[in-house]
């Protein structure tokens, strides 16, 4: 009797038993959700530096807003799993909505604190954006006994292939609204800012009818955690990726992924685009832009299903990439007539592809490799996103396109090969390598990775260091800052700021030697650092070990 007594007569079922989540409608609610958001966000950050121009307000303000984003992202990976995937996603949107409507009333008391919080709320949608995609193409893929890499790159499509569509949407919707006025000003734009401030909050509330992804979310929540112990925890989980050296492979990737957006942002459009289509033509070619990065975010996904699709996806969009800028250092000329109209939208959606596979298969790489973490993962991958993103918008009013051209090019190599040595010889993607790769010495192979990927590290470091100087220099020798009243004069900077010297312009002129002086000063700052260590012994007990 008193067992009869303590058994319940109803068993409670848990929801996820009672009510099996829906995979893909989750996945088509946050496509929804993102591209409302987004085409209304896209539109204003390519309107910042042409709309508010008074002392570079909106260039500045971005520049703040990806340096912002790039040191949030170090946190953002515990708040995610503090808050969860759908109440972070929530969340998020908050700072794209502030920042929007900062732009009713722009001024420095504005703009600034909200690209401030922007840069916060961006670290954490994005990598609760990674975590809950992951996350629901893991669960279908249990849930229907399908192939795990093929559902990650599915969904990946999707969701790439419709936030694509932002740019086409949100820049025809401009393109509709604004009007020239006379004196050269715009108008229309408080009507657009109220439009885009409605759709963000139509995707808000989108946001709300997410799923929760699964029980581990609300322990997050619920568990009583103090901050001494979560940022333990957070130092904990990123020094355990940063030595993990599949993440030190994938790194030069991610930031090769932002240098490429930036370069549409910050370099396409004013140096292609407008010398041939100007300023109205703008809008027209990011939405060429826009459309074919959508058609190749959805054909990458479709034909990702593991490692070795990865790798050939990947290899191609790289080379797509190669192509153009070996192309616009070399060959490449502003020219008049159908030509001319057709060869910047031409650059512009072969960019586009390169663009949505470098987005679809990042992100199905890190679900694939670092299913233990995918918050650290996505968090690392908004972080040198972010930071690339922000060097560019400072750095590129003081070098020229092809210094541009030059360093995407660098990176895109060193990330590439960086690439493919994580998927060929740590990951093994393709069968047929491994007899070749047996045949190489491997003891010595963890040392050989640490010691090239932190020597490219410190050498780009060194180089960007070794450049400031001489970018002081052409600042303060640029036309616009001189006190010389000589036709034709130069004036050299003193220690002194009173004291002015003027030569005639002749005597300074470009060098080739100005690219190689940099990288050659770096590796040899490098390897000297190298010798040292090695003359410290702090190499031997790791020698001893492998041996």
């Given at each position: 009797?008193?067992?009869?007594?303590?058994?319940?007569?109803?068993?409670?079922?848990?929801?996820?038993?009672?009510?099996?989540?829906?995979?893909?409608?989750?996945?088509?609610?946050?496509?929804?959700?993102?591209?409302?958001?987004?085409?209304?966000?896209?539109?204003?950050?390519?309107?910042?530096?042409?709309?508010?121009?008074?002392?570079?307000?909106?260039?500045?303000?971005?520049?703040?807003?990806?340096?912002?984003?790039?040191?949030?992202?170090?946190?953002?990976?515990?708040?995610?799993?503090?808050?969860?995937?759908?109440?972070?996603?929530?969340?998020?949107?908050?700072?794209?909505?502030?920042?929007?409507?900062?732009?009713?009333?722009?001024?420095?008391?504005?703009?600034?604190?909200?690209?401030?919080?922007?840069?916060?709320?961006?670290?954490?949608?994005?990598?609760?954006?990674?975590?809950?995609?992951?996350?629901?193409?893991?669960?279908?893929?249990?849930?229907?006994?399908?192939?795990?890499?093929?559902?990650?790159?599915?969904?990946?499509?999707?969701?790439?292939?419709?936030?694509?569509?932002?740019?086409?949407?949100?820049?025809?919707?401009?393109?509709?609204?604004?009007?020239?006025?006379?004196?050269?000003?715009?108008?229309?734009?408080?009507?657009?800012?109220?439009?885009?401030?409605?759709?963000?909050?139509?995707?808000?509330?989108?946001?709300?009818?997410?799923?929760?992804?699964?029980?581990?979310?609300?322990?997050?929540?619920?568990?009583?955690?103090?901050?001494?112990?979560?940022?333990?925890?957070?130092?904990?989980?990123?020094?355990?990726?940063?030595?993990?050296?599949?993440?030190?492979?994938?790194?030069?990737?991610?930031?090769?992924?932002?240098?490429?957006?930036?370069?549409?942002?910050?370099?396409?459009?004013?140096?292609?685009?407008?010398?041939?289509?100007?300023?109205?033509?703008?809008?027209?070619?990011?939405?060429?832009?826009?459309?074919?990065?959508?058609?190749?975010?959805?054909?990458?996904?479709?034909?990702?299903?593991?490692?070795?699709?990865?790798?050939?996806?990947?290899?191609?969009?790289?080379?797509?990439?190669?192509?153009?800028?070996?192309?616009?250092?070399?060959?490449?000329?502003?020219?008049?007539?159908?030509?001319?109209?057709?060869?910047?939208?031409?650059?512009?959606?072969?960019?586009?592809?390169?663009?949505?596979?470098?987005?679809?298969?990042?992100?199905?790489?890190?679900?694939?490799?670092?299913?233990?973490?995918?918050?650290?993962?996505?968090?690392?991958?908004?972080?040198?996103?972010?930071?690339?993103?922000?060097?560019?918008?400072?750095?590129?009013?003081?070098?020229?396109?092809?210094?541009?051209?030059?360093?995407?090019?660098?990176?895109?190599?060193?990330?590439?090969?960086?690439?493919?040595?994580?998927?060929?010889?740590?990951?093994?993607?393709?069968?047929?390598?491994?007899?070749?790769?047996?045949?190489?010495?491997?003891?010595?192979?963890?040392?050989?990775?640490?010691?090239?990927?932190?020597?490219?590290?410190?050498?780009?470091?060194?180089?960007?260091?070794?450049?400031?100087?001489?970018?002081?220099?052409?600042?303060?020798?640029?036309?616009?800052?001189?006190?010389?009243?000589?036709?034709?004069?130069?004036?050299?900077?003193?220690?002194?700021?009173?004291?002015?010297?003027?030569?005639?312009?002749?005597?300074?002129?470009?060098?080739?030697?100005?690219?190689?002086?940099?990288?050659?000063?770096a590796a040899v700052i490098v390897a000297g650092s190298a010798c040292v260590v090695k003359a410290m012994g702090l190499w031997e007990s790791e020698d001893e070990r492998l041996l």
């Amino acid at each position: 009797m008193a067992t009869d007594e303590e058994t319940p007569l109803v068993v409670e079922e848990s929801p996820s038993q009672s009510q099996p989540l829906n995979h893909k409608r989750d996945v088509h609610i946050l496509c929804w959700a993102f591209l409302l958001i987004f085409l209304a966000y896209g539109a204003v950050q390519n309107l910042e530096s042409t709309i508010n121009t008074e002392d570079d307000l909106g260039t500045i303000s971005l520049g703040i807003l990806y340096v912002s984003f790039a040191i949030f992202s170090v946190v953002a990976s515990l708040v995610v799993k503090k808050l969860g995937a759908k109440n972070a996603l929530v969340l998020g949107t908050s700072g794209y909505w502030l920042f929007t409507a900062a732009n009713l009333k722009p001024s420095w008391y504005t703009m600034v604190p909200a690209s401030l919080y922007l840069g916060f709320a961006a670290s954490i949608i994005w990598v609760a954006e990674g975590t809950y995609l992951t996350s629901a193409a893991h669960s279908h893929a249990n849930d229907c006994n399908l192939h795990e890499g093929t559902v990650i790159g599915k969904f990946n499509g999707q969701f790439w292939g419709m936030f694509a569509l932002h740019q086409l949407v949100g820049n025809l919707v401009t393109l509709a609204m604004l009007r020239d006025e006379k004196g050269g000003s715009t108008g229309g734009t408080t009507l657009l800012f109220i439009v885009f401030l409605g759709s963000m909050t139509l995707g808000t509330i989108l946001m709300c009818f997410l799923s929760k992804r699964n029980g581990k979310e609300e322990r997050l929540q619920d568990s009583p955690v103090t901050f001494s112990s979560s940022v333990g925890s957070l130092l904990k989980s990123i020094l355990n990726l940063l030595l993990d050296v599949r993440i030190l492979l994938v790194i030069p990737l991610m930031a090769y992924s932002g240098l490429q957006q930036a370069f549409v942002w910050a370099e396409y459009t004013k140096e292609i685009v407008k010398p041939t289509l100007g300023e109205r033509g703008v809008g027209g070619a990011m939405a060429v832009y826009g459309l074919f990065d959508a058609i190749s975010s959805l054909a990458a996904g479709r034909l990702t299903s593991g490692l070795s699709s990865i790798t050939l996806i990947v290899s191609g969009g790289a080379l797509i990439h190669l192509i153009v800028l070996l192309w616009l250092l070399l060959k490449y000329s502003v020219s008049g007539g159908l030509l001319g109209t057709f060869l910047p939208l031409l650059i512009g959606a072969l960019w586009g592809i390169g663009d949505g596979v470098l987005n679809t298969q990042l992100s199905a790489l890190l679900g694939i490799l670092f299913k233990h973490d995918l918050e650290g993962a996505f968090a690392q991958l908004k972080l040198w996103q972010s930071a690339s993103i922000a060097v560019i918008f400072f750095i590129s009013t003081s070098i020229s396109l092809q210094t541009m051209l030059i360093t995407m090019l660098v990176a895109l190599c060193i990330s590439v090969m960086g690439f493919l040595f994580l998927t060929l010889k740590v990951e093994k993607a393709f069968s047929f390598c491994e007899s070749l790769i047996q045949e190489l010495p491997r003891p010595r192979w963890p040392v050989l990775i640490y010691a090239a990927t932190w020597t490219a590290i410190l050498t780009v470091t060194v180089a960007v260091a070794s450049f400031s100087p001489e970018l002081a220099f052409v600042s303060a020798i640029n036309p616009a800052s001189q006190a010389c009243r000589e036709a034709g004069a130069v004036r050299l900077p003193l220690d002194i700021p009173s004291a002015v010297f003027c030569f005639p312009g002749r005597l300074f002129k470009r060098s080739r030697l100005d690219m190689f002086v940099p990288p050659v000063f770096a590796a040899v700052i490098v390897a000297g650092s190298a010798c040292v260590v090695k003359a410290m012994g702090l190499w031997e007990s790791e020698d001893e070990r492998l041996l």
